[in-house]
């Protein structure tokens, strides 16, 4: 494997922006800002904000609404089909 070719992999937290969660993971995305910093278990670790994670993802929250409750192919019937 040739050396110095790969980005820095270490452990990094993600913010969830809309509900404040915090996810501790190892990424080789760092930090935007290096003043965006957190503390968990005793430990300082930077932080990416993010939009959407797993905690307020509507499909991983049971909130998710059915758009189209009825079959496509009902709906154009209805909508263009010929006249009974």
């Known amino acids: ?7 820095p ?12 969660s915090l996810t501790l993971t190892r990424s080789t995305l760092v930090s935007q800002d290096s003043d965006k910093v957190v503390e968990l278990d005793g430990r300082t670790y930077p932080v990416i904000d993010v939009d959407i994670t797993s905690d307020s ?6 909130t998710a609404r ?4 009825e079959g496509r192919v009902e709906k154009f019937q209805r909508r263009y089909g010929r006249p009974s």
């Not at 494997?1 to 980005?7: E, F, G, R, V």
């Not at 993802?57 to 049971?62: K, M, N, Q, R």
């Open 9 to 20: 992999y270490g452990a990094v937290v993600f913010r969830d922006r809309s509900t404040g």
């Open 66 to 69: 059915a758009l189209d409750t």
């Open 1 to 7: 494997m040739k050396h110095d070719i790969h980005p």
């Open 57 to 62: 993802h509507p499909f991983w929250t049971g």
